[in-house]
């Protein structure tokens, strides 16, 4: 009878035991995913939620810390290790730096540091309402390029170009910048003018670590639909390997097919125009 007996409690224990299982089980919603979300931590590392129950020594289990150990006890999470792995092994986008193209072995390159260059021309006109003649000075700040030199000193013309934005030259008057857009320049169809430094004459090479600076640069200059070679004549300094300076050319306006101004607030202007371009160019890290 009391073998009967046992056996009857022990059926009723198993069956506290799998109704208080069942209780600890979350209900999944229609449609949900069983699985858990993946965590962006390794599951090595993560620190279980609670801590298991520690029992006295000679106590007998009951339902209810069998049921606080089943719930607490740390779970392997598959999706989650998955995860982790790719996240190490993925590298983040844009986080591979850009090389820019090699140059031939040998070769230099000077950088034209933008916020420390401009461009400008002169024109000496006289205008109806001055009694003395005055120059007319149209200057933009928007200029871009480099130029590349060769082991021997001479300029790699094929990697070398400036060009200027001619669209954003702005003079004292309004009135004139619009005319010379319109009527001279004709930036509606050409808008830039670029040089395409060919032969240097009179720099010292290797540069001096500091010192002044000056010599002659010839090349290809293009305005309008217009090229032509020009000289330019350029003084300056470098410091630190960054090369700063003046540089300044002279052309008639017919050099380049312009139209010289023929308006009634302009008694005359002489029939040449003067570029001159300030510039620093620093030296690119190798």
């Known amino acids: 009878m009391s073998k009967h007996i046992f056996l009857l409690k022990a059926i009723v224990l198993v069956a506290l035991f799998a109704l208080a299982g069942c209780s600890a089980l979350p209900v999944q919603q229609s449609g949900a995913s069983s699985l858990p979300a993946a965590s962006t931590q390794p599951t090595d590392t993560a620190q279980p939620v609670g801590s298991p129950t520690v029992m006295a ?16 006890a740390p779970s392997v999470n598959p999706t989650a290790t998955t995860a982790g792995v790719a996240a190490t092994s993925t ?7 850009t090389q820019s193209p090699s140059l031939p072995a040998g070769e230099i390159l ?19 309402r001055l009694a003395l003649p005055s120059d007319a000075v149209g200057k933009t700040s928007q200029i871009s390029g480099s130029v590349v030199v060769k082991p021997d000193g001479t300029i790699d013309s094929s990697l070398s170009k ?23 320049l004709q930036t509606g169809q050409y808008p830039t003018a670029v040089f395409v430094p060919t032969k240097v ?10 010192g002044q600076l000056s010599f002659k640069v010839t090349g290809d200059l293009t305005v309008k639909d217009v090229t032509k070679p020009v000289t330019w004549d350029v ?8 090369a700063s300076g003046t540089a300044a050319t002279t052309f008639t306006f017919e050099d380049f ?10 008694l005359s202007i002489q029939d040449h ?7 620093a160019l620093q030296q690119a890290s190798q």
Do not use: H
Not at 91 to 97: E, F, H
Not at 173 to 179: A, E, I, L, V, W
Not at 201 to 210: D, E, F, I, K, R
């Open 57 to 72: 020594p000679g106590a007998s289990p009951t339902p209810e810390t069998i049921l606080a150990t089943l719930t607490t």
């Open 91 to 97: 590298p983040v986008s844009g986080s591979t730096a």
């Open 110 to 128: 000077f950088n034209l540091v933008a916020d420390k260059s401009s461009a400008d021309y002169r024109v000496r006109e006289q205008l109806a």
């Open 162 to 184: 400036f060009t200027v934005d001619l669209s954003t030259l702005a003079s004292d008057s309004g009135m004139r910048d619009g005319f010379v857009g319109r009527s001279i």
């Open 201 to 210: 004459t009179g720099l010292a090479w290797p540069l001096p670590q500091s």
């Open 235 to 242: 003084t300056g300094s470098i410091q630190n390997g960054v």
């Open 257 to 266: 097919n312009l139209n010289q101004p023929s308006v009634p607030v302009v």
């Open 273 to 279: 125009i003067t570029l001159e371009v300030t510039l």
